[in-house]
């Protein structure tokens, strides 16, 4: 079984602060991951496929880079809205999530 | 506009069955893998399962946790994807989320708003 290992598990931010997190594989995974946000009481939502591909509608301050075993998505502004839960999902041998990192306000 | 409408949830006792559906629309349900995902209370998430569609086969593939116990199935005419659970456990608690797969790259691009199974005596 693919392992996926995020980090941190919390970060403490404001708004206009550049964010970043990262998300290891236990074994290469090429580009097969993604990434979702959540928020309390609401399903996931995807924001990044193909490691660096954004979904249509996402707003361009989230990318994602990476390939291999080490992630990373980026926010370059924190905005209001993006206080929430993300999640790595890898997909290269069936499916396995990053156990999640909370972005709250510092 | 695509939809994915679970729906089943409910309370139950360890031992006991219970099947979830999911109802889509907006999309050619034929032609789509699909996966349950559930996630425990202040939990993460945890795939479940998958169904190719016929196309491809229908096969299901399971996490460990629930081979054995649980049986994706889908009856395309309707539209619907359905999650049997049998001999369920309080681990088993839940919101389930009925997942649309993306062809040819098996990323989930659609989730339904999910529904809570509650195993406890």
Same mark, same amino acid.
Request: net charge positive; with cysteine; proline share 4%.
């Given at each position: 079984?693919?392992?996926?290992?995020?980090?941190?598990?919390?970060?403490?931010?404001?708004?206009?602060?550049?964010?970043?997190?990262?998300?290891?594989?236990?074994?290469?995974?090429?580009?097969?991951?993604?990434?979702? &946000?959540?928020?309390?009481?609401?399903?996931?939502?995807?924001?990044?496929?193909?490691?660096?591909?954004? +979904?249509?509608?996402?707003?361009?301050?989230?990318?994602?880079?990476?390939?291999?075993? +080490?992630?990373?998505?980026?926010?370059?502004?924190?905005?209001?809205?993006?206080?929430?839960?993300?999640?790595? &999902? &890898?997909?290269?041998?069936?499916?396995?999530?990053?156990?999640?990192?909370?972005? +709250?306000?510092? | 506009? %695509?939809? *994915? %409408?679970?729906?089943?949830? #409910? =309370?139950?006792?360890?031992?006991?069955? *219970?099947?979830?559906?999911?109802?889509?629309?907006?999309?050619?349900?034929?032609?789509?893998?699909?996966?349950? %995902?559930?996630?425990?209370?202040?939990?993460? =998430?945890?795939?479940? #399962?998958?169904?190719?569609?016929?196309?491809?086969? #229908?096969?299901?593939?399971?996490?460990?946790?629930?081979?054995?116990?649980?049986?994706?199935?889908?009856?395309?005419?309707?539209?619907? *994807?359905? *999650?049997?659970?049998?001999?369920?456990?309080?681990?088993?608690?839940?919101?389930?989320?009925?997942?649309? #797969? %993306?062809?040819?790259?098996?990323?989930?691009?659609?989730?339904?708003?999910?529904? =809570?199974?509650?195993?406890?005596?």
């Amino acid at each position: 079984d693919i392992q996926m290992t995020q980090s941190p598990s919390t970060l403490s931010a404001s708004v206009g602060d550049r964010v970043t997190i990262t998300c290891r594989a236990s074994q290469s995974i090429s580009r097969w991951l993604a990434w979702y &946000q959540q928020k309390p009481g609401k399903a996931p939502k995807l924001l990044i496929y193909k490691a660096s591909s954004l +979904e249509s509608g996402v707003p361009s301050r989230f990318s994602g880079s990476g390939s291999g075993t +080490e992630f990373t998505l980026t926010i370059s502004s924190l905005q209001p809205d993006d206080f929430a839960t993300y999640y790595c &999902q &890898q997909y290269n041998n069936y499916w396995t999530f990053g156990q999640g990192t909370k972005v +709250e306000i510092k | 506009e %695509v939809q *994915l %409408v679970e729906s089943g949830g #409910g =309370l139950v006792k360890p031992g006991g069955s *219970l099947r979830l559906s999911c109802a889509a629309s907006g999309f050619t349900f034929t032609n789509a893998w699909m996966s349950w %995902v559930r996630q425990a209370p202040g939990k993460g =998430l945890e795939w479940v #399962g998958r169904i190719k569609r016929n196309t491809d086969g #229908g096969t299901t593939d399971y996490a460990a946790p629930v081979k054995g116990r649980f049986t994706i199935s889908r009856d395309d005419s309707k539209n619907t *994807l359905y *999650l049997q659970m049998d001999s369920l456990k309080t681990e088993d608690t839940a919101v389930y989320y009925c997942t649309k #797969g %993306v062809v040819g790259d098996y990323y989930f691009d659609y989730w339904g708003q999910g529904t =809570l199974v509650t195993v406890s005596s």
